[in-house]
Structure formats: structure tokens, C-alpha cells
């Protein structure tokens, strides 16, 4: 069945750091694959999205290219920032059982220290 | 715009007690979501309405009832609470089909 599959954390990263927090998928069809933020007490926030092959994403410096050859949407950020420090959430959107469902990863704990 | 708002923000159940979680969205949604998030997991779906008067069933619907009566609200009912439903209930919404979801501030559940 479709799932998303992340790497595990926590990360933790000095500021100003490279970010990568990898996410995999399987899906039938062509899914829309999203990166969602949690920052600690809050609700979930999309932080960016790509609907086709090949479409980069990005947000807040965030980026994540959409690359059907490998089935993967890497989240990546060139200096991270203490207030970076959130869970983030890869997410696949399909057409299944008659709706429209997000799959959620179980999520990647980042801590960025000064 | 508040967005879409829950309530209680916490609630401790007793065994056997049971609560409704409020779901209100101000943004003239069609597409409303209940979804649970248990420690170091992802959301998984429990019941789902693309419309007033329309409800259907997620991946974990058991021991949930729902009801959409207005556009702006969608409760999520408990009857019996269990300690398996210990958790953090999310709320979503989103306009039309292939846009993004909005989700609340989450309502942190214990049943003891």
C-alpha cells in the first residue's frame, strides 16, 4: 500500500548547519508529496509542496525536489537556525478508497543548538 | 481568521467516560479531517467529511463518531474512552480536493 518512510531522529545540528532529512515513498499513481512542520505546543504547518516530477518546492529556505526515479522528497536547508528546531512531517496526498488521503511519515525531531 | 480552532486544548478521561472534541473552521471549508497522533508517529485518519451532512470513515475510525451539521463545525464524539485512545487529536480542513490542508492546535488527550 502507499506509505512514506523517514529517517529517524532526533537530528541535532549546531546552527548554521547543513539540514538533509531524507523521505521515501511508494504510492500507485502520482502523488502530491508535502513537508509539514510541528513546532513544539502547535498544530501542524504546511511548509512546502510539489505536485509533479521534477517540481522543487521551498519555503523559508526549505527546499525539497519531487524525483519520481528514486520515489524520494529530501528535505534540505543550506544554514539552519535554532528556531528551525520542530518535527517534520513528509506526506504523500492520494486518491484512495474514494478521497483524497494524506499519508503521513512518523515524523524527524530537529534540535538546533547555538 | 482564527483558522481552524479546537477544545479543549487538554482533558484527562477516566476509563468508560465520554467527551466531545470541537472542530470549528471560519474559512468556508468543504473538506474537514479528524486524525490521531500517537509518540513518535505519524497522523493516522479517523473519519473525514467533504461536506455538511457527509461523514465516512478513516483508517482508525473505532470508538469515534462524528457528525457535520454546518460547514464550520465538526465534533469528534468518544463514548467509551479506553487508555488505547490516549493521544493528540488533530483537526484539518481544506476548501477543495487537491488544495492544502489547515490544521488546529491539536487537543492532547489522557484516559487513565
Known amino acids: 500500500g502507499d506509505s512514506v518512510t523517514q529517517m529517524e531522529g532526533p537530528v541535532t545540528l549546531s546552527e548554521e548547519a547543513f539540514l538533509t532529512i531524507n523521505c521515501t515513498y511508494t504510492a500507485t499513481g502520482y502523488p502530491s508529496l508535502f513537508w509539514y512542520v510541528q513546532y513544539p505546543g502547535e498544530g501542524l504547518q504546511l511548509l512546502l509542496k510539489?505536485?509533479?516530477?521534477?517540481d522543487k518546492g521551498s519555503n523559508k529556505g526549505f527546499e525539497a525536489t519531487y524525483r519520481k526515479e528514486t520515489t524520494s522528497f529530501h528535505l534540505e536547508k543550506g544554514s539552519v537556525q535554532v528556531s528551525d528546531s520542530a518535527v517534520y512531517f513528509c506526506?504523500?496526498?492520494?486518491?484512495?478508497?474514494?478521497?483524497?488521503?494524506?499519508?503521513f511519515g512518523a515524523g524527524t525531531r530537529l534540535a538546533v543548538h547555538p | 481568521n482564527a483558522g481552524v480552532t479546537q477544545t479543549p486544548k487538554f482533558r484527562i478521561l477516566k476509563i468508560g467516560q465520554s467527551m466531545t472534541l470541537q472542530c470549528t473552521q471560519d474559512?468556508?471549508?468543504?473538506?474537514m479531517y479528524w486524525y490521531r497522533q500517537d509518540p513518535g508517529m505519524g497522523l493516522k485518519l479517523i473519519y473525514y467529511?467533504?461536506?455538511?451532512?457527509?461523514?465516512d470513515k478513516g483508517e482508525v475510525p473505532n470508538g469515534y463518531n462524528v457528525s457535520r451539521s454546518t460547514t464550520e463545525d465538526f465534533p469528534l464524539r468518544l463514548e467509551l474512552a479506553a487508555p488505547s485512545q490516549t493521544s493528540v487529536y488533530f483537526c484539518a480542513s481544506k476548501r477543495g480536493i487537491a488544495d492544502t490542508q489547515y490544521f488546529g492546535p491539536g487537543t492532547r488527550l489522557t484516559v487513565l
Open positions: 474559512m468556508n471549508h468543504n473538506y
Open positions: 510539489a505536485t509533479k516530477a521534477d
Open positions: 467529511s467533504v461536506g455538511a451532512g457527509i461523514t
Open positions: 506526506a504523500l496526498s492520494v486518491i484512495s478508497g474514494g478521497y483524497n488521503k494524506l499519508i
